[in-house]
């Protein structure tokens, strides 16, 4: 490979190391990435840019492998035939190299820098539609994040806001719907959730009911699930805009629909919140 190849591919390198620091330090990470894995891109970039920085200074091309007639066409053409290069057949060889660095430079950057510029660092509603975990699956899941089984552990354990709201995890209220005993438990529970607001699309024919949820995640965006509780407004009642970040007070209940069960909460009021640095819940 040629020094100007070496250099091209160190340039390469060097853009891509730029961008994951970019994105470390502009905290666009925290939208594809748990927060307990935001070290490995600085570093991973920190790696890639000296590789680069290394390859444009000081590239090391390879010795020229030019192929003789003596040491290689006669080695392997020795068939017991003639010589005659003007009556025989000829040995030169011909390499394919390809497209060339130059393209492979461009298909490399391009499709990375357009999805860079043009991200909106968020799944839009429908993506989250799909990416919605199940109630049953959550049931049989592990029992880290289950919530207290007496309200007299929900009273030792969580906090109040000063409606005596009990102050809980979107999560743990999602958890509930899927054990009866929880259910139980819950029900007519004066509550505080946090998160993001989502349209509702089921079962909402009057319109007054909307959604806030939170992204589950184990490390990336790419294993991400949508857990969500159904919000019910009071006829007449102000609504929060779409993709706001709020704090919602109200009565906890639950409803069957089918063989499925949903948290409802029934909205005493709802408040702007701060975003978090990361929307992100882990599983455990």
């Known amino acids: 490979m040629i020094t100007l190849h070496v250099r091209l591919f160190g340039l390469i390198a060097c853009i891509w190391g730029a961008?994951?620091?970019y994105f470390y330090h502009s905290m666009r990470v925290r939208f594809y990435l748990a927060e307990s894995f935001h070290h490995f891109v600085?570093?991973?970039?920190?790696?890639?840019?000296?590789?680069?920085?290394?390859?444009v200074i000081c590239p090391k091309e390879k010795e020229s492998s030019k192929h003789s007639h003596d040491d290689h066409?006669?080695?392997?053409?020795?068939?017991?035939?003639?010589?005659?290069?003007?009556?025989?057949?000829s040995c030169d060889h011909t390499h394919d190299e390809g497209h060339g660095p130059w393209i492979t430079g461009l298909?490399?950057?391009?499709?990375?820098?357009?999805a860079m510029t043009y991200s909106t660092d968020q799944f839009s509603f429908s993506a989250l539609e799909k990416?919605?975990?199940?109630?049953?699956?959550?049931?049989?899941?592990?029992?880290?994040?289950?919530?207290?089984?007496?309200?007299a552990d929900l009273e030792k354990?969580?906090?109040?806001?000063?409606h005596g709201e009990f102050q809980m995890r979107l999560i743990s209220v999602?958890?509930?719907?899927?054990?009866?005993?929880?259910?139980?438990?819950?029900?007519?529970?004066?509550?505080?959730?946090?998160?993001?607001?989502?349209?509702?699309?089921?079962?909402?024919?009057?319109?007054?009911?909307?959604?806030?949820?939170?992204?589950?995640?184990?490390?990336?965006?790419?294993?991400?699930?949508?857990v969500d509780v159904t919000l019910e407004f009071p006829e007449g009642a102000q609504k929060p805009a779409l993709n706001d970040w709020v704090k919602a007070g109200g009565t906890?209940?639950?409803?069957?629909?089918?063989?499925?069960?949903?948290?409802?909460?029934?909205?005493?009021?709802?408040?702007?919140?701060?975003?978090?640095y990361s929307e992100f819940q882990q599983r455990q």
Not at 107 to 114: A, G
Not at 253 to 266: A, D, R
């Open 19 to 21: 961008i994951l620091l």
């Open 131 to 151: 990416k919605k975990a199940s109630v049953k699956a959550i049931a049989a899941n592990t029992q880290t994040n289950r919530p207290p089984f007496t309200r």
């Open 174 to 226: 999602f958890y509930a719907a899927g054990d009866r005993e929880i259910q139980d438990i819950f029900e007519g529970l004066p509550v505080e959730l946090e998160g993001r607001i989502a349209p509702e699309n089921l079962n909402n024919s009057d319109g007054n009911r909307m959604r806030v949820f939170r992204n589950v995640i184990t490390c990336c965006a790419a294993d991400i699930q949508m």
């Open 107 to 114: 298909l490399t950057l391009t499709p990375l820098i357009i």
């Open 252 to 276: 906890l209940t639950f409803e069957s629909l089918g063989s499925e069960v949903y948290p409802i909460l029934k909205i005493r009021e709802v408040t702007q919140a701060e975003e978090p």
């Open 157 to 162: 354990n969580l906090s109040r806001n000063e």
């Open 73 to 89: 066409c006669c080695g392997s053409c020795d068939h017991h035939h003639s010589h005659d290069h003007e009556n025989e057949h």
């Open 42 to 55: 600085l570093i991973g970039g920190i790696g890639i840019l000296i590789l680069g920085i290394y390859s």
